[in-house]
């Protein structure tokens, strides 16, 4: 089939090079603008993007979908199917209608469980113990279309947001091939998401990635793994930021919510339940460090509390 494919981050780019290497084919890239980064906040081509400028493969980068502009240039291309994968903009009806096979979803969450734009990081939030990667046809309401196929992966004890996505973006990418192969064969069956069992995942907030020292020590740790790399997990001290990386639950202790206890190797923080060994920290401005040299950067005795 003649592709194209619409996503701009990072996780988008397995399902890019698993397009590109297969035998369909890949005749343009639809991805957010330019847009500023870093400290010169110079503009940057997204991973998407730069991946289609090394390969010689056109590049789309309409501000809005609806741009009759682009949807000129999407009809003389004249994809059969366009696979999609974190684009990051809602796709209109007459963008829709144009390829033959509609717009195909890989979305990181087992349907209907987790619509939305933060799958991955409210799986973790909640508890999950599994979760996994749906391919399904883009309506215009939010990931409602019916389903081609999925794949499920297993939420391990101490993985992060990145690590679980980095997994799926590689396990979907696979998935998301085998259903286009299968569209082209006409064996492909789409299914309708069952009405039950339908969570909503919305974009994780800087607020909500603030660490709650009076939540129990599995929620601390599980805020904290749902938030890394992003949007980072904080909290403050003496009304200083401090960035904090994964920790690790400890059996026993009692400290009061976000009460630091300071040793040689290790710092422990109190919680609604038992302490949390912490990590890594990072204060405003400075790298990231293990805890211990932290705080003993700070002379911190122990006794003082976060979030204070």
């Not at 991973?47 to 809005?64: C, F, N, S, W």
């Not at 999925?150 to 590689?170: K, Q, Y």
């Not at 990231?288 to 204070?308: K, N, V, Y």
């Amino acid at each position: 089939m003649k592709l194209c494919f619409a996503g701009t981050p990072e996780p988008a780019l397995p399902a890019l090079r698993a397009i590109h290497a297969s035998s369909h084919d890949l005749v343009g890239v639809i991805t957010r603008p330019d847009a500023p980064a870093g400290r010169g906040r110079h503009a940057h081509r997204s991973p998407v993007a730069a991946y289609a400028d090394e390969h010689g493969i056109e590049v789309l980068t309409p501000r809005r979908p609806r741009e009759p502009e682009f949807q000129d240039r999407l009809r003389a291309i004249a994809p059969d199917c366009i696979p999609v994968v974190a684009y990051g903009a809602l796709i209109p009806r007459s963008a829709l209608d144009i390829p033959k096979h509609g717009w195909l979803n890989l979305h990181f969450s087992v349907l209907p469980a987790w619509r939305g734009a933060a799958p991955v990081q409210h799986a973790l939030l909640h508890g999950d113990d599994i979760t996994g990667a749906s391919v399904f046809t883009i309506e215009e309401s939010l990931d409602t279309g019916p389903v081609f196929g999925t794949v499920t992966e297993p939420i391990g004890p101490h993985d992060t947001s990145g690590d679980l996505l980095a997994r799926l973006a590689e396990s979907g990418a696979k998935l998301l091939v085998a259903v286009l192969d299968a569209i082209e064969a006409g064996t492909a069956v789409a299914v309708p998401q069952p009405a039950d069992g339908v969570t909503v995942a919305p974009k994780v907030t800087v607020e909500d990635a603030h660490v709650r020292w009076d939540e129990p020590a599995r929620a601390v740790d599980r805020r904290i793994r749902a938030c890394t790399p992003a949007p980072g997990a904080w909290t403050t001290l003496d009304g200083h930021r401090l960035k904090l990386g994964p920790a690790t639950l400890e059996a026993e202790g009692e400290l009061a919510p976000g009460e630091l206890a300071v040793a040689k190797k290790y710092v422990l923080a109190g919680t609604g339940t038992t302490p949390v060994r912490l990590g890594e920290v990072q204060a405003e401005g400075k790298r990231a460090m293990p805890a211990a040299d932290w705080a003993r950067g700070l002379r911190l005795a122990g006794g003082e509390i976060l979030g204070s």
